[in-house]
Nanobody, 126 residues
Framework: QVQVAESGGGLVQAGGSLRLSCAASGLPFSRYTMGWFRQAPGKEREFVAAMTWSADSTYYTDSVKGRFIISRDNAKNTLYLQMNILKPEDTAVYYC???????????????????WGQGTQVTVSS
């Protein structure tokens, strides 16, 4: 049974940092591209970042470039998202997802992912 679980969310002031973790089990983690999405209240879920299974490619949405860093530890079956210089507009539920597919657009589409976590809340106060 595949399980994907996010952790590390919380309340932080604007300008602060948080590191999200995503632990995956029941799948060959090192063979999966992993991604982060987020959904703010009243908005659709949007792509944040992705890293290929080999870690040779990373993708970010423009609004987080230079502030967020995606990384993975295949030995620990864990994906990370280091979030720096957080802004109130980063407030959302953050989801981790796993993909075993080939993408032509940088894994930016939800349909490209096979497994999803339940999400972790990130709230940035102004």
């Amino acid at each position: 049974q595949v399980q994907v679980a996010e952790s590390g969310g919380g309340l932080v002031q604007a300008g602060g940092s948080l590191r999200l973790s995503c632990a995956a089990s029941g799948l060959p983690f090192s063979r999966y591209t992993m991604g982060w999405f987020r959904q703010a209240p009243g908005k659709e879920r949007e792509f944040v970042a992705a890293m290929t299974w080999s870690a040779d490619s990373t993708y970010y949405t423009d609004s987080v470039k230079g502030r967020f860093i995606i990384s993975r530890d295949n030995a620990k079956n864990t994906l990370y998202l280091q979030m720096n210089i957080l802004k109130p507009e980063d407030t959302a539920v953050y989801y981790c997802a796993a993909s075993y597919r080939y993408s032509v657009n940088g894994y930016r589409t939800q349909a490209e992912y096979d497994y999803w976590g339940q999400g972790t809340q990130v709230t940035v106060s102004s």
